[in-house]
């Protein structure tokens, strides 16, 4: 096993260089997806941090350990939409200047959103592999400092905070289920969680269409997938063929992955809006959609579920609340006679 530069102090120390900025989120319990596995189940929710998703707690992990030269210099990054959202919100917050690359398939919402809080918005390439290629050449160009979306152990030492909280929370947890996309939220909840109690299952769940990171573990390296349009555009996108922590922390720390399909992420979103009462972005409810398949085995009686960000766009909310997204036949939450 490789050296690990991700270690349970450092993910400790996050927690201090992030308070103020980023929130302890609430653990609820779920009271139907407990009938349904017979457990208890727990959902953690990262949808409520302040930029509507956990990526404010790696990026402000990250420009904390900046020095101060590379803060009044600025920062940039490549984002499917939340990583860049959270960098810009901290950026704001201490004045300093940020560049967010997106790529052309980024939701115009999610664009909107890093906008609005004073950042630099450059569009460019057809997907976030090309983004990331050309948000390098702009580093380089304007001796930015780049605030990577996963493959940083400062930024996975952030996202291991969420970690700390549900252990401290649920002390008796036994079973970890979360969205697994560049691997630095589900490497940094596992790691943490790991290094605490060695016997916690940790699950990751991606969507059926280009999932990089299951791809990658089953052929035990990187390889490169074809972006595809799916209700989970946050989880989309490459690992880079650099990638020098994320994946190494990530196979050393999930005990096993699974897929679930655009029916189920839909199923699943609707499932929170009408059960919870909560907006729920395609990639945060791949982990309640992995509980409708009930493919996970074994599945342990005190499960939490990562619920990682809020920011759906409004159309395809109401699409898929409204059931004309193109549903499964069979649904185990939702029938014609309770009318809904």
């Not at 992030?18 to 989120?25: F, H």
């Not at 304007?142 to 996963?150: D, G, I, Q, S, W």
């Not at 016997?199 to 990089?212: D, L, N, W, Y």
């Amino acid at each position: 096993m490789l050296p690990t530069p991700i270690t349970l102090q450092k993910i400790y120390s996050a927690r201090n260089h992030i308070a103020g900025i980023a929130q302890r989120t609430p653990l609820i319990p779920s009271l139907p997806l407990s009938k349904l596995l017979e457990a208890e189940v727990f959902l953690k929710l990262e949808n409520y941090q302040v930029t509507g998703s956990f990526k404010v707690r790696g990026a402000a992990n990250k420009i904390h350990n900046l020095s101060d030269h590379e803060k009044q210099n600025g920062v940039l990054t490549v984002s499917s939409g939340n990583h860049g959202r959270a960098v810009s919100y901290v950026c704001q917050k201490n004045g300093y200047k940020a560049v967010i690359v997106l790529a052309e398939t980024v939701p115009q919402h999610k664009r909107e959103a890093i906008l609005e809080l004073g950042a630099e918005v450059v569009v460019h390439g057809s997907t976030a592999d090309e983004a990331m290629v050309f948000a390098e050449h702009l580093r380089r160009e304007k001796k930015l400092t780049m605030v990577h979306p996963f493959d940083d152990p400062l930024v996975i030492a952030g996202q291991g905070t969420i970690g700390l909280e549900i252990i401290e929370d649920y002390p008796q947890v036994d079973t970890i289920i979360g969205p697994l996309s560049g691997g630095g939220l589900m490497g940094g909840i596992a790691f943490a969680l790991k290094a605490i109690n060695p016997q916690i299952q940790t699950f990751g769940v991606s969507m059926e269409k280009g999932a990089a990171m299951v791809e990658s573990l089953k052929a035990g390296k990187i390889v490169d997938v074809v972006e595809e349009s799916t209700l989970a555009d946050a989880l989309a996108g490459g690992l880079n063929r650099d990638n020098c922590f994320s994946f190494p922390i990530v196979q050393q720390n999930i005990d096993s992955t699974l897929l679930v399909s655009e029916n189920e992420i839909a199923e699943a979103m609707t499932f929170c809006l009408e059960k919870h009462h909560m907006v729920v972005e395609g990639g945060a409810a791949v982990g309640v959609a992995a509980l409708f398949t009930k493919k996970i085995k074994p599945i342990g009686k005190h499960i939490v579920v990562i619920i990682s960000g809020a920011n759906a766009n409004l159309s395809t909310l109401l699409r898929v609340a409204q059931k004309s997204y193109p549903y499964q036949e069979k649904s185990i939450f939702f029938n014609e006679e309770d009318g809904q």
